[in-house]
Nanobody, 119 residues
């Protein structure tokens, strides 16, 4: 599976961005999907995940109520809608595909897209 993330950019605090992750090489419906982020000088951290059907979603506590993960298996695409952005959300955001439809073992990674939130 090849993953291509896009949609990052520079936004003011309180603004919104929508990240997209398009998969190629294999149908996305076979995989649970996740978004992760890595800020400068910090380890990569989990942000959100979604099961293969989209019926189950999971969020890191700091983004609950602000971020929404969704997927369109027909388009082989996963999204991360980010609202009420804060400067601490600044990071490179990565999408990842898990080993199976309900797995949390992420084995395929995209190249990342930079999100910068100014105060």
């Amino acid at each position: 599976v090849q993953l291509q993330a896009s949609g990052g950019g520079l936004v003011q605090a309180g603004g919104s961005l929508r990240l997209s992750c398009v998969a190629s090489g294999r149908t996305l419906s076979r995989h649970a999907m996740g978004w992760f982020r890595q800020a400068p000088g910090k380890e990569r951290e989990f942000v959100a995940a979604i099961s293969w059907s989209g019926s189950n979603t999971y969020y890191e506590d700091s983004v609950k109520g602000r971020f929404t993960i969704s997927r369109d298996n027909a388009k082989n695409t996963v999204y991360l809608q980010m609202n009420s952005l804060k400067p601490e959300d600044t990071a490179v955001y990565y999408c990842a595909a898990a080993a199976g439809p309900t797995s949390s073992d992420y084995v395929y990674w995209g190249q990342g897209t930079q999100v910068t939130v100014s105060s």
